[in-house]
């Protein structure tokens, strides 16, 4: 989560202090990302280092300083509004790597292995599909925040279920592996060395 | 009382080789009030389970009990008239009549069970009404969208006294808002003592349920933990997007 962007995205509305943009940061993303006053007050300063926000002269640093956008600041938003986040690359899924070692150590059932995480997955979702139902109905930003982490925690869900079915047909069937083909099939996919 | 158990029930198709069991020693308990999920791959049992939970199908062994009652003792028509009753059935590809309304829809069931068609009428409108829906009372089924058709087919499950919900699917055939607004409905009518035994593969439906039972191979594989109240997950700190996996 970009803070910085966050306080560049509230600044465009017009002149604000700190103490509410703090306030702002939290309501709008329905109060799932608390933020501390130093974290506000950092990002503050190094945005105004960075030529993107302008601070009130006269005014001492705490609360009631003010700040307002620039026009790099503007142009830095927009920019960063249209960039895609590093998606390309797999991350090194702490579960994925969970269930490929489940695979190796003797003595363990993997299907066991899946089904603890799919409860505690779907033990999360309970929780989170409550807040939905009972404070997300009238808060559109929480709402938009609770869909994404219910549509994160069901792919992996949908991952952990495929790779259960995938393993149950490959204990039927093993696969057929052919080892020239990995290294290009890694470079395409972009797997890290 | 429970609204509905299952004691050790079990469902053997087939004979000899071709012997399939498809639910073993099952236990299961729904509460008054309780919304029950039952998740699990293709083949694992899950609409056996319902169609022996609604009476469909007898269990080969074990025996099912709604709201109390034993359903091995029941004749056909005793079971006819529980069905007709008790238990309301949404399914996935809705299942409406063609030909009736969508008020005529919801007010079969109580027809069917001899109550007059004024009566019968009024209570269908009412339910109707519940789910905002009384502007399309007088429309058919081909004219609504899969979203209200699906409401249409709760108003159906739930009109008169039904104490047991028994869904397949219930959202398989709908986008995710739409899939959303069936699993309030659903809950909603939980929330008012009826107990719903929701069927899916769909996580995010679950999710809906006071409880997550996990079918692998017509067995219990395991179950959700009572949930937590929401405020585990809004706790200002660093767990506050919940526990990193």
Redesign the interface.
Same mark, same amino acid.
């Given at each position: 989560m970009s803070v910085r962007h966050a306080l560049l995205a509230l600044l465009s509305e017009g002149p604000k202090y700190g103490l509410q943009l703090r306030e702002e940061f939290e309501a709008r993303t329905g *109060?799932? !990302?608390?933020l501390n006053v130093g974290q506000v007050y950092t990002t503050l300063q190094r945005l105004e280092r960075d030529g993107l926000v302008e601070s009130d002269d006269a005014g001492e640093d705490g609360p009631q300083k003010g700040f307002r956008i620039t026009a790099d600041g503007e142009q830095e938003l927009a920019e960063w509004l249209r960039t895609p986040p590093d998606l390309a690359s797999p991350p090194r %899924?702490? +579960?994925v790597i969970k269930v490929l070692v489940a695979l190796r150590v003797p003595g363990t059932d993997v299907?066991d292995v899946i #089904?603890v995480?799919?409860?505690y +997955?779907? *033990?999360?979702? #309970? #929780? !989170?599909?409550?807040?939905?139902?009972?404070?997300a109905e009238h808060d559109l930003s929480l709402a938009l925040v609770v869909d994404a982490? +219910?549509?994160r925690? %069901?792919s992996?869900?949908?991952w952990l %279920?495929a790779a %259960?079915?995938r393993l149950k047909r490959a204990a039927a069937e093993p696969p057929v592996r052919d080892p020239s083909m990995l290294p290009r099939l890694r470079r395409k996919v972009g797997v890290r060395p | 009382m429970t609204a509905l158990e299952l004691r050790d029930v079990s469902k053997v198709y087939g004979a000899g080789q071709a012997e399939v069991h498809a639910l073993c020693d099952i236990n299961l308990y729904v509460e008054p009030g309780a919304m029950v999920a039952v998740?699990g =791959?293709s083949g694992s049992g899950k609409s056996t389970l319902l169609t022996i939970a609604g009476s469909l199908e007898d269990p080969t062994s074990g025996e099912v009990l709604v709201g109390g009652a034993a359903l091995s003792g029941m004749s056909r028509n005793d079971k006819a008239r529980l069905r007709r009753r008790s238990i309301g059935y949404v399914f996935q590809d809705f299942n409406l009549l063609p030909g009736l309304t969508a008020a005529e829809n919801v007010a079969l069931p109580l027809e069917l069970d001899g109550t007059a068609a004024r009566k019968a009428g009024a209570a269908g409108m009412q339910a109707l009404d519940e789910l905002g829906l009384a502007d399309r009372a007088s429309q058919f089924p081909d004219q609504l969208s899969g979203g209200e058709r699906q409401r249409v087919a709760i108003a159906r499950a739930v009109v008169g006294e039904r104490h047991l919900l028994l869904a397949d699917e219930p959202s398989g055939a709908l986008d995710s808002v739409n899939g959303?607004a069936v699993m309030?409905l659903l809950?909603a009518a939980c929330k008012r003592g009826v107990a719903a035994v929701v069927v899916t593969?769909?996580?995010?439906m679950?999710?809906?349920?006071d409880r997550?039972v996990?079918l692998?191979d017509g067995r219990v594989?395991?179950?959700?933990?009572a949930?937590?109240? =929401?405020e585990?997950?809004?706790a =200002?700190?660093p767990s506050?997007?919940? =526990?990193?996996?």
């Open positions: *109060e799932v !990302w608390p %899924d702490e +579960l299907h #089904q995480h799919r409860r +997955l779907v *033990e999360l979702m #309970q #929780q !989170w599909t409550r807040i939905k139902e009972e404070e982490e +219910l549509f925690l %069901d992996v869900i949908r %279920d %259960d079915g | 998740m =791959p959303e309030r809950h593969h769909d996580a995010q679950a999710s809906w349920a997550v996990f692998r594989a395991d179950q959700t933990a949930p937590l109240g =929401p585990s997950l809004l =200002p700190g506050a997007s919940g =526990p990193g996996r």
